[in-house]
């Protein structure tokens, strides 16, 4: 079944210092390698589209796939500042903006949210930055909730990053996320009503900010040819604290599996004399 993606967080680097084109713990892609001709064009940006197995919803026991839009940022010019993201560059500090769609939850989609209220669409904004080498890669990201949460969520990540054949580019590494109280209470507290409601089956729950996940994720890009760029990736998270306590991952999973295929095609073009 396909729908709307609802967790994979989509970040341009837009401001990047290192060329690392896209958010290190959010979307698909990755920068491959500028040939000679696109290096030295002023815009230069990879689209693409893929689909990704995930949970239906945080803590569920049930999978889908959704679709969902890959972009990423080679180089990029303004005038006055010239290339303000040049991806022939190896390492440096980077920065960039991060945005995320999380889907509405209703308690029809399991009967493990029997008796729940539903969870509007949300929309998180934020920012993030990090350090990167040739083979090493560290980020933190925070965003910003909008319509159906107010809370805070980022991540913490650490990548190795290694090139085990000439067109391969590989990414693994340790992940961190982390949600303040209003977000842990939408998704993962229970109300008395909500309690009265599901016929036993949840008991109330208050959950408090902090750190709700910890994992590890992995990702591989292939470079076709100079224009086309094939993306896999793979995750696990482990719910903890105060998410790994609540009713509704006592009664669904606390443990988060993903993996995602992708295609992408490069545009190189100049805007600016």
Known sequence: MLKLMTRAALALALGSLSGTALAPGSAL?????LSSKDANRQFVVDLGIGAMVKPRYEASDSYLVYPFPIISIGRFYLPGLGQVIDGRRKSGVFFYPAFNFVGERKASDSADLSGTRTVDWALELGLGGGF???HFRAFAEL???INGHTGQVGQLGIDGIVYPAEKWEVS???RA???SGDYMDTYFGVTASEAANSGGRLTRYNASGGFKSVGL???ASYDYND????HIQGGYDRLIGDAADSPIAENGSKDQFSVGLGVSYRFAFDLFN
Do not use: H, N, Y
């Open 29 to 33: 892609a990755q920068s491959g390698d």
């Open 132 to 134: 990167r080498t040739e």
């Open 143 to 145: 965003r910003q909730g």
């Open 172 to 174: 693994f590494g340790p």
């Open 177 to 179: 996320d982390f949600a």
């Open 217 to 219: 994720s992995t990702r």
């Open 227 to 230: 224009d086309i760029r094939l």
